[in-house]
Every structure is written in C-alpha cells, then in structure tokens.
C-alpha cells in the first residue's frame, strides 16, 4: 500500500509492501495526514514483484501518479516508453512496473508544457497530457496485437488538479459538500475521514468506497479531472 499527499506545497509519499488490510500501520499514517490533495494506492501486484520501488503513488517532483490496470505486451510497450524518454527520466525510475515507466511517460508529456518539479502548469495542459498519454500506449498496442486489450485508470495531481482517465476498468467520482454526516469512507479496515474544514471535496476512486453516497461512473475512455477551484471536467480521450 502507499499514500502520497502535499503538506505546504511538497509532495510526500509513505509506502509500504505489506497487505493494506492486515497492516494496522496504516490506519495510523492515515490519521495523521492533513491534505488538500491524497492518492491512496492499493496494489494488486501483476507486473513486477512486490517491493516498495514498485509501490504506488510514484513521485517526481509535485507530481503523484497511480494506477490501477495492467497493460498488455509490457515488455514491447517498456520498449518503445524506453526509447521515447530522456535519460534524465530513465535514471528515476527505481523498479519495474508498466505503471512507473508510464507515470515517467506522462511526465516527458509534460515538459515543455510547465516548470514540471513544482507542478507550475495550466489544468488544460495537464488534460492534454494525460489524453496523450493514454492515446499513446493504445496506439503502441493497437500496432502490436489489437485483439488484446490493455486496461489503466491513471490517477495524477500536483496538489492542484486532480485527473483520471478510464480505459476498460471502472471508474467513480464523487462531489460533496461536508454536511456532518457520511463523510468518512472505507476500503476494508481502513478508514478515510474528511475534515469539516474542507468544505466541498471530490473523490475520484475505481471502487465505490460507500453505498450511501451518489457516484457517477466516468464513460470509458474519458478523463475526469477537478481542478483548484473543484470545477469537474469529464471529457473523450
């Protein structure tokens, strides 16, 4: 499991290779962050063996970037990622998921487009990005085999925005105002709470994490992104 969050504008992640639903650590992490903006990563490891390299959220700078999915012919698809990357990018990357060498393929989308490291950049591009990003890989692997199919709900922010596209898995958002009540949402024993001070808060997850609550299904093949202002973007990859 892992957790990514901001405190005064720097973004920190907390990971760990043990079961989210057995390791009693992580409810404590989770009462003591306080952030505008947390990704929170449940790994059900496919490619690349279970270690804390390997453990989402993936950090660079005042980026966060998880996903949920995995993609097909990996070894093909890290190929062409490999080839496309500077190697400024290919030093950070620490283990061998399809999932951070396609975070670092997000992020070489990025530059150019904002200083990158401390997330200075306009909500549109950072949509641009992602839209990109996702396009890309499916390209790669239309061109490969297009029989198969490659599954990613990429989650990113910059403790600004935050952005997900669906491609074949399911995905949620959720817009609420703090009322009170119902404003704490589990996955297993672990238990997220929203503080009264947050006023208005959105959640982006691939399960609904409560029966009590409105979800809405993003379309497949769509981006949903918040940006600083909690204004809600749903648009086609």
């Not at 999932?99 to 989308?109: A, G, Q, R, V, W």
């Not at 530059?111 to 499916?138: C, H, P, Q, W």
Request: aromatic content about 12%.
């Amino acid at each position: 499991w892992g957790i990514g969050f901001y405190h005064d504008k720097v973004a920190y992640v907390v990971k760990r290779t043990a079961a989210f639903y057995s390791d009693v650590r992580l409810n404590t992490v989770m009462e003591k962050v306080r952030s505008k903006a947390v990704i929170t990563h449940f790994r059900n490891a496919t490619i690349g063996e279970v270690k804390e390299n390997n453990t989402h959220p993936f950090r660079y700078g005042a980026w966060l970037f998880g996903h949920s999915g995995t993609i097909a012919h990996f070894r093909k698809i890290k190929s062409l990622i490999t080839k496309s990357l500077p190697q400024l990018f290919l030093d950070k990357i620490g283990g061998n998921t399809d999932s951070e060498y396609c975070f670092y393929l997000f992020i070489s989308f990025l530059k150019g487009k904002g200083y990158i490291k401390k997330g200075d950049i306009s909500f549109e591009k950072v949509v641009d990005a992602l839209r990109l990003t996702a396009n890309t890989l499916g390209n790669w692997q239309n061109e490969i085999n297009p029989k198969d199919i490659s599954t990613y709900n990429f989650l990113v922010s910059n403790g600004r925005y935050l952005l997900a596209n669906r491609r074949g898995r399911p995905l949620y958002y959720l817009k609420q105002k703090w009322s009170g009540n119902d404003n704490s949402f589990s996955i297993g024993n672990v238990k997220i709470s929203i503080d009264e001070d947050m006023g208005n808060y959105v959640v982006i997850s691939s399960v609904k994490m409560t029966d009590t609550h409105r979800w809405n299904l993003v379309n497949d093949n769509h981006i949903v992104g918040v940006d600083d202002g909690l204004n809600i973007i749903q648009q086609p990859l």
